[in-house]
């Protein structure tokens, strides 16, 4: 795989959150601001690249049966260490994103890239990922973080952008606005990509993994669906649909009729 190509696609074409989906819940939380959206997004590619990196060297020790735990395990201690770094150095920072640096251990998108490629490739392929789908989670949450604080509080980065005659609207600082935002960005890239940054997901019979044994594949489903039709047409008395057997009604013989009357003239004398 081209190496370029690895740090591309995690910016617009697989972008975790406006594509994969995957992250959405700091993603909305956290992005009230362009400063807390950048400070989160480099906080999470950081450890991103590391994880992946460890855990791409530690691919052919680690058990199968037990590699997501151990793959949180190492996840925890990258997110310990750079927990304390935002203490020690942007103890702001460290407050006005709060719980969500510790959630950044069960983040979908790192737990995904370490079990998706850091598990499956080398060492520098790894580290080349998480360094592409950090920047494309950065980016998103920056521009996130930014349209609100602009619509929200009329500044971005706490530099003042609309004038202050202009009211803001505050619904966007607030969940309803975060959702809405989000909504239009992600229509945005699938706009721009003419439809093909979503992949769509196909529920014919094609997509399903077992299509060739089915049935005994293409060539025999066509002929057990046509056995089928005939025996359904030789039992009339089943009902194909529902498998209850119905009543059959038939008309009585001649025979029948003669010894009903033979009986009923027996009765009257």
């Known amino acids: 795989m081209n190496k370029i190509s690895i ?41 991103l690249i590391c994880s992946n ?14 590699r997501i ?19 020690a150095y942007l103890p702001a920072l460290d407050k006005s994103l709060g719980l969500f640096i510790p959630l950044i251990v069960v983040n979908c998108i790192i737990l995904g890239r370490a079990e998706m490629f850091a598990s499956k490739n080398t060492v520098f392929d790894s580290l080349l990922d998480g360094l592409g789908m950090g920047l494309g989670f950065t980016f998103a949450l920056f521009m996130m973080g930014a349209i609100r604080e602009l619509l929200g509080s009329g500044a971005i980065l706490g530099f003042g952008v609309i004038p202050k005659a202009v009211a803001p609207m505050t619904i966007f600082m607030l969940a309803p ?11 945005a890239i699938n706009y721009l990509s003419n439809g093909r940054a979503i992949k769509k997901k196909d529920f014919s019979c094609d997509a399903c993994g077992a299509c060739g044994g089915c049935c005994g594949g293409d060539a025999n489903a066509d002929s057990d669906v046509a056995s089928a039709a005939a025996a359904d047409k030789a039992s009339p ?13 038939t008309a009585p013989d001649a025979s029948d009729s003669t010894v009903g009357a033979d009986d009923k003239k027996g009765g009257r004398e």
Do not use: R
């Open 69 to 87: 735990p151990c793959y949180i395990v190492v996840i925890a201690g990258f997110v310990t260490v750079v927990q304390m770094l935002l203490k």
């Open 237 to 249: 008395a089943s009902d194909s649909n529902t498998g209850e057997y119905k009543a059959v009604i």
């Open 53 to 66: 990196v460890v855990i791409s060297l530690l691919k052919k020790v680690i058990p199968d049966k037990v």
């Open 177 to 187: 606005g975060g959702f809405f935002v989000y909504g239009c960005l992600v229509a």
């Open 7 to 47: 740090i591309t696609k995690g910016i617009i074409k697989e972008n975790p959150v406006l594509v994969l989906l995957l992250g959405t819940c700091p993603f909305l939380a956290t992005t009230t601001s362009a400063f807390n959206g950048l400070g989160m997004g480099v906080s999470t590619t950081a450890v």
